[in-house]
């Protein structure tokens, strides 16, 4: 069986830096991350109406995201490939367990809650588990991938993917299966295979619009026209778009947004936080942040591609290509041209799980980069 083919950077490459790069810390992609936290804790500011406690108690999310960060990075890559398989199971038997005894809040099920200690998402952790877990198959097998080791990794993604869907959290599904394909994708799959798969999508799609929830079906007939219920289930679309358009190239200033501070954009500072982006600090402000995001994923990318073994390469290049999705699904959401799923704007929304699930998984690929790799 061939074995995972591991290269060796310079000694003085992997060790000319700043003292960050001691602690195993990227430089210019932890300042990177700064500047988007920055911006958004600015904006959050504004969408939270200047209220210190919900600003405080996103700084203290923040905090211990960035410590997770810090954490992951401290860990050489044989550790996330010796755990891999563990965390995987233990992820999948929590989702399990959510399914039968967890926390019901507005119509989902996605907590599990232990009484006095702790309430968490399960789901949450299965955005890493997922994508690590498939790199660690692929790892020490030829690649690209035989159709045989495709479908098991299929099979690896499918079955967190599908009860986390169960729920039902379809846009956490989502994230965690696009996770996972984009392990099966950097691992070499013939674009051949690629079309087949796009076409039997294609093929299966009017027989999964039944297996769909009544209200996701409502959402995505109403992304192909808002105004049938403009006061129901096209309101969050047309008042996000609204906003947007309001703020025209130079924005409305920071704490002047009329949609969000006089309450009619909804979910002003989670999902739809990018709308008060658009409508307080307009195109530019926009554009700004973008490029930020932009520059995160081109230096992630980077990153990478440098590491030293194919589980690296793979696991890192597929928390980036998560962290994309994330960033591509919400602004494609709040701008009206996907179905509104709940992924928050990631570093800006208000809510810390999400942020340090992002965040370790930052350091992560600043781990498989400086580290060597067994």
């Known amino acids: 069986m061939a074995r995972d083919f591991i290269r060796s950077l310079p000694e003085h490459e992997r060790d000319r830096g700043s003292w960050l790069q001691s602690v195993h810390i990227d430089p210019l992609m932890l300042a990177l991350i700064l500047l988007v936290l920055l911006y958004g804790l600015g904006v959050l500011y504004s969408a939270v109406d200047g209220s210190e ?61 232990i009484p006095g200690i702790i309430r968490f998402q399960p789901s949450e ?26 479908c098991v990794a299929l099979a690896i993604v499918a079955i967190p993917a599908g009860c986390i869907i169960a729920q039902p959290d379809l846009g956490t599904g989502i ?21 087949y798969a796009s076409v039997a999508a294609a093929a299966a799609a009017p027989g999964l619009w039944y297996t769909l929830q009544e209200y996701q079906r409502q959402r995505i007939l109403t992304l192909f026209d808002p105004e049938s219920d403009p006061l129901g289930a096209g309101w ?11 703020g025209g190239v130079w924005g409305k200033g ?24 658009g409508e307080e600090l307009g195109l530019l402000g926009f554009l700004v942040l973008v490029i930020l995001y932009l520059l995160l994923i081109l230096r992630g ?7 030293e073994s194919s589980f690296g390469r793979l696991l890192s290049g597929a928390l980036i290509l998560t962290f ?51």
């Open 236 to 246: 969050n679309i047309i008042q996000s778009t609204t906003a947007i358009g309001s």
């Open 324 to 374: 994309f999705v994330y960033v591509f699904v919400n602004i494609a959401m709040v701008s009206g041209l996907l179905p509104v799923v709940g992924v928050p704007l990631p570093l800006v929304s208000y809510g810390g799980t999400s942020a340090i699930t992002l965040m370790a998984g930052f350091g992560i690929v600043m781990a498989i980069r400086t580290h060597k790799a067994w």
């Open 254 to 277: 920071l704490l002047q947004g009329t949609q969000s501070h006089l309450d009619f954009l909804p979910e002003a500072r989670t999902d739809f936080i990018i709308a008060v982006v």
């Open 301 to 307: 990318l980077i990153l990478a591609a440098s590491s």
């Open 125 to 150: 952790l299965m955005k890493i588990a997922v994508p690590m877990a498939v790199a660690w198959y692929f790892h020490d097998r030829p690649l690209p991938p035989s159709f045989k080791d495709v």
């Open 175 to 195: 994230l965690v299966a696009g996770a996972g394909l984009a392990v099966v994708l950097l691992a070499g799959l013939p674009w051949r295979w690629v079309a």
């Open 53 to 113: 406690t919900l600003f405080r108690a996103q700084l203290l999310r923040l905090g211990l995201a960035f410590v997770a960060l810090v954490v992951a990075a401290q860990l050489p890559p044989h550790f996330y490939a010796r755990w891999a398989p563990i965390v995987y199971v233990a992820g999948v038997v929590l989702l399990i367990l959510v399914l039968l005894f967890g926390v019901k809040v507005k119509g989902s099920q996605r907590w599990l809650d």
